[in-house]
């Protein structure tokens, strides 16, 4: 069965088509990637201690609701 990926409407067409979506790359992650390929266990800890105590850190305004109470 053939699918078909075009959708006609009134002014122009909707394609469907596949992507790859990348997941984020977590600490998680990296840490089971270095595991598979440094043995030694404190090498490894090391890394991942120096990678989480110099990512960049940025800051930015933010505004936040609150509501008054009512009594």
Same mark, same amino acid.
Not at 26 to 34: I, M
């Given at each position: 069965?053939?699918?078909?990926?075009?959708?006609?409407?009134?002014?122009?067409?909707?394609?469907?088509?596949?992507?790859?979506?990348?997941?984020?790359?977590?600490?998680?992650?990296?840490?089971? =990637?270095?595991?598979?390929?440094?043995?030694?266990?404190?090498?490894?800890?090391?890394?991942?201690?120096?990678?989480?105590?110099?990512?960049?850190?940025?800051? =930015?305004?933010?505004?936040?609701?609150?509501?008054?109470?009512?009594?």
């Amino acid at each position: 069965m053939r699918l078909h990926n075009t959708i006609n409407i009134s002014d122009g067409e909707l394609r469907i088509h596949e992507k790859k979506e990348y997941s984020s790359i977590t600490f998680g992650y990296v840490e089971r =990637c270095l595991a598979e390929l440094i043995k030694d266990k404190a090498q490894v800890n090391y890394i991942m201690q120096y990678l989480k105590d110099n990512r960049e850190i940025s800051t =930015c305004s933010d505004i936040k609701r609150t509501y008054k109470k009512t009594e």
